[in-house]
C-alpha cells in the first residue's frame, strides 16, 4: 500500500494548515495511523495516532492539532491550527496493517510534505 501526504506548505505563526495522507487501498485495512515529523538535526517524532482505541497527541500538539480518518476517501488528516515556528518539519504519515493471524503488523510510510511556520 503506498501512502502518498499533501497539505504542506508556508504559513505564518497562528496560522493553519490541513495535511491529507492517500492511501492506494482502503485504509480499513489499517488498524493504526500515525503522523510523525522531523525538523532538520532532529529525530523523528510522533505527532499524532489514531488507532480503535481513540486519538493520542505528543504534548506539543494537543490542542492544536486534530488528526481524522475519512473511510470513504481512503485518507489520513491532520489539521494544524494555531502554528508556531517550532512546528517546521517534514511531516510524515504511517500506517499498520496487520499481514497475519498472529497479529504481526506491517507499517507503510509516506515520503513526507514539508511544512515551514515563519515568524
Known amino acids: 500500500v503506498q501512502l502518498v501526504e499533501s497539505g504542506g506548505g508556508l504559513v505564518q505563526s497562528g496560522g493553519s494548515l490541513t495535511l491529507s495522507c492517500a492511501a492506494s487501498g482502503s485504509i480499513t485495512n489499517f488498524n493504526a495511523m500515525f503522523w510523525y515529523r522531523q525538523a532538520p538535526g532532529k529525530e523523528r517524532e510522533l505527532v499524532a495516532s489514531?488507532?480503535?482505541?481513540?486519538?493520542n497527541y505528543v504534548d506539543s500538539a494537543k490542542g492544536r492539532f486534530t488528526i481524522s480518518r475519512d473511510n470513504a476517501k481512503n485518507t489520513l488528516n491532520l489539521r494544524m491550527l494555531s502554528l508556531k515556528p517550532e512546528d517546521t518539519a517534514v511531516y510524515y504519515c504511517?500506517?499498520?496493517?496487520?499481514?497475519?493471524?498472529?497479529?504481526?503488523?506491517?507499517?507503510?510510510w509516506g515520503q513526507g510534505t514539508q511544512v515551514t511556520v515563519s515568524q
Open positions: 504511517a500506517a499498520d496493517f496487520v499481514v497475519n493471524v498472529e497479529g504481526a503488523t506491517i507499517r507503510s
Open positions: 489514531l488507532t480503535a482505541g481513540g486519538a
